[in-house]
Nanobody, 123 residues
């Protein structure tokens, strides 16, 4: 079993930066891919970014602004969010899976999920 816990959300102003962290515990050795998704009120879940074997992937809406990386603590993955915009407001979820089952941008291909952390960007 793998357990995920996000942290770092909160209220920020447009143009500012925020860093989210995802701490993994349990059978972390089995993790093959980790991703970040978000869901705004009244909207469908949206892919944000993913990390797999040192390779990173980003949605067009965040490319150049958001960055995913492994922290010095090997059980932690971060999402650095720069130049935040009001449209970035959403609940952000960390996800992981033990193997690549399909497209990395499909949430249904991730088995483990965190509880989510709220990010609100004011204009």
């Amino acid at each position: 079993q793998v357990h995920l816990a996000e942290s770092g959300g909160g209220l920020v102003q447009a143009g500012e930066s925020r860093k989210l962290s995802c701490a993994a515990s349990g059978r972390t050795f089995s993790i093959n891919i980790m991703g970040w998704f978000r869901q705004a009120p009244g909207k469908d879940r949206e892919f944000v970014a993913a990390w797999r074997g040192g390779t990173t992937y980003y949605s067009d809406s965040v490319k150049g602004r958001f960055f995913v990386s492994r922290e010095n603590a090997e059980n932690t993955v971060s999402l650095q969010m720069n130049n935040l915009k009001p449209e970035d407001t959403a609940v952000y979820y960390c996800a992981a899976d033990s193997s690549y089952k399909g497209p990395y941008y499909y949430g249904s291909n991730y088995e483990y999920w965190g509880q989510g952390t709220q990010v609100t960007v004011s204009s």
